[in-house]
């Protein structure tokens, strides 16, 4: 029987999850692992939480260095989220020859290569499969399984927060602003909800995913990031009837062209796997030049998922080796040689309002057809009580400067016609 | 960069598609993993397939001792399928201190304790991701990522010809018979189809995956199995009416009362993630206590697919140490204490075809009754053209002795009405 000390750095949502695991397994992993995986530590200011969990008063540290110098522990793990303090805890524990396991998306997304070559001068174990997707085990499938692969492609649902809101206004019809509220109330989105609803959490994971699957630094500023707090309920409705759903989408394409990485909301098509992912579900959908497709799904995020993740990453450092394995050179900045597409390709769907019905079509097909957009689906409907004339059209490919020119000279006649939205579409 | 010599045992589909990975990508894993990847040896009777390939005649082994003799061979890929002459080469490679790969299912499922007790001894790797599912990351997910859970129930569509089979059957009303031989004609299905059709291939897989996420041996031979050669169009249109879609499911469930496996056609909800896995593609959907519901989802077969996940195996075992795994004591038998569930609980699909309609009805609520078997859905048709009257239920769940007795005694008074279709079904 191996034993093996653990201290937990943070108990929220995520460090509880992961304590009670621990606490309820106990038996479970002497038996089925040969380990008998003690908490030997706690770093947490609200000493109540501690308590509430059970943890023997003995176990709450007062500081990171009465951790670092517990001969007890073995593996530290780093779930308090941001950047500092998680930041130096992390590089003292490494530095004090303990393994990290950690699920700090923001922390691993701007910081992996210095963590990582701290983790190396130690010869420590660095470990991170909960900061991306929770319960879904995408990190390893990336460098254990799927490494072999040229990925081409990988879009993803990787935000529990903004895929409940979109789910719930695409069943009910409400606003966003209902929804978020709605949300809020019941825990599924924080009192400031930027992180999760402008995109940064899914760029964080985007940026590690995407990553490890293209061999290359992709670093989170060279993704392109848009939110949800635009979107309509209305858009949602002609998006169905036209059979597509929407989602906030993370997604990255690895071309001889060179990488594209982006997060905004996106019509799918109603039939493809990724559409009846929903609610808090989060699922991670890759093409390889060999495996061809793969998709990976469950709970992006709460205690026990994401907990599980934790104690997986726990398990497989106690049983192999200390080990670091990068596909790829962890720098801060990308490669010199990776080059970034800015003006991407995609389908899109517009929403027009416009006062006359017959002026309308022919201004934007005459604006497309200059432009050589070309149409794949139009929803033409009766005048409004308003007396406006929504106009929705669905383009094929074209090229992201294409459409906002498109845009900018339908606009320029607004007498005319208006572009009310413009939602990206995946083929 | 480390050089890393490959034998690759069979040049049939997946050996041939490992081939070609491996030469298509040897500059990629150059760069990438710093690996230089060369097959040194291949052994295959047909030399014009290895040939055909490229494969240099001076690399075509006359012997299994030949490959084991080669010191520039590190890991030997064993694709040959079938217990011999499988196992005493991929013994003789351990033997001869080579790390082995396989996509041997069969092979693994009936001796992995002997193939793991050679690797041990002899400290070199055994990988076999490849043998379950191609292309979907399933075996490491299990033993690498969610070993930290009590895996309560995994389901699988884990065999491609049968769901490519049912997939067709659902679409387009054709017979069992029809589609297999449009199977066979595409290469979907092999000319003696049993070991898919009648469900081996997926209990030998069942067996695999669920004595890693069950923590015990669970033999082959404690799988109950059924095929899918009894199936009829009339039955997947009616499921289909009461919505559900029928599939050849892997079932492995572990309760207090104990391990219940099994792999045979069942329905299962069409809003379930599993009910649109179709054609050729697998998944198989785990809950575990703390992750809660995952699922992984691809290419269950093919060459590249397949190849993937031996090249995945391939990189892992050079940039790892060798290591062998297991989270359970692998042995022949399962542990004396495992009890295995064999009247097992499940909800039931029956039709009944009748002469009388009055009779029917009151005479299988009767039988019902006594049973202590209550329904959840009813369909009750006019009468057909030749006089029958199909009645289907869709019973609540109940043991599978109960529902054999109904059957029995349903069919006791044959002048009345006859069960002439009883699927499970997955609630």
């Known amino acids: 029987m191996k034993k093996v000390g653990v201290a937990i750095l943070g108990l929220g949502v995520v460090g509880g999850g992961t304590y009670k695991i621990l606490a309820e397994h106990k038996e479970f992993y002497k038996s089925n692992h040969n380990l008998d995986i003690t908490v030997e530590g706690v770093l947490e200011k609200n000493r109540g939480r501690a308590i509430a969990l059970g943890i023997d008063e003995s176990k709450i540290a007062e500081s990171i260095a009465e951790i670092c110098s517990n001969p007890e522990v073995d593996i530290v793990v780093e779930v308090m989220g941001g950047v500092e303090p998680a930041k130096s805890f992390v590089l003292a524990a490494l530095n004090a020859g303990k393994s990290v396991v950690t699920s700090n998306k923001e922390l691993y997304c701007k910081y992996s290569h210095e963590l990582e070559k701290a983790a190396k001068k130690n010869h420590c174990g660095l470990f991170y499969e909960a900061s991306c997707v929770g319960g879904v085990p995408i990190i390893r499938a990336l460098t254990d399984n799927l490494q072999g692969n040229r990925i081409l492609s990988m879009l993803g649902i990787i935000n529990g927060t903004t895929n409940y809101i979109l789910t719930k206004m695409s069943n009910g019809g409400a606003s966003y602003g209902e929804v978020l509220d709605e949300a809020k109330r019941l825990g599924y989105a924080e009192a400031d909800p930027s992180s999760d609803v402008d995109g940064y959490d899914a760029a964080y994971k985007l940026s590690i995913l995407s990553s490890l699957a293209f061999h290359t630094k992709v670093p989170y500023t060279e993704i392109y990031r848009e939110g949800i707090s635009e979107i309509s309920p209305l858009d949602i409705a002609y998006g169905k009837q036209l059979g597509y759903v929407l989602k906030l989408l993370a997604i990255g394409k690895n071309t001889a062209k060179g990488i594209e990485v982006r997060v905004h909301p996106a019509f799918i098509k109603a039939e493809h796997p990724l559409a009846s992912v929903n609610d808090s579900f989060n699922a991670v959908y890759l093409t390889g030049d060999s495996v061809e497709d793969v998709m990976l799904y469950g709970r992006g995020a709460g205690a026990k998922p994401t907990g599980s993740a934790i104690v997986g990453d726990i ?75 929504p106009l929705v059209v669905i383009t094929h490919e074209t090229y992201e400067s294409n459409i906002n020119k498109a845009v900018a000279e339908i606009n320029s006649a607004a007498e005319i016609a208006k572009v009310a939205a413009v939602i990206r579409v995946v083929t």
Do not use: W
């Open 315 to 389: 398990i497989y450092c106690a049983t192999h080796s200390n080990f670091v394995y990068s596909p790829f050179e962890n720098t801060e900045k990308a490669a010199p040689s990776t080059k970034f597409i800015k003006n991407f390709e995609s389908a899109y769907y517009l929403r027009i309002v416009a006062a006359d019905k017959a002026g309308v079509l022919s201004k934007v097909t005459s604006v497309f057809g200059k432009l050589g957009i070309s149409m794949s689906q139009i929803i033409q409907e009766k005048e409004n009580s308003d007396g406006a004339v």
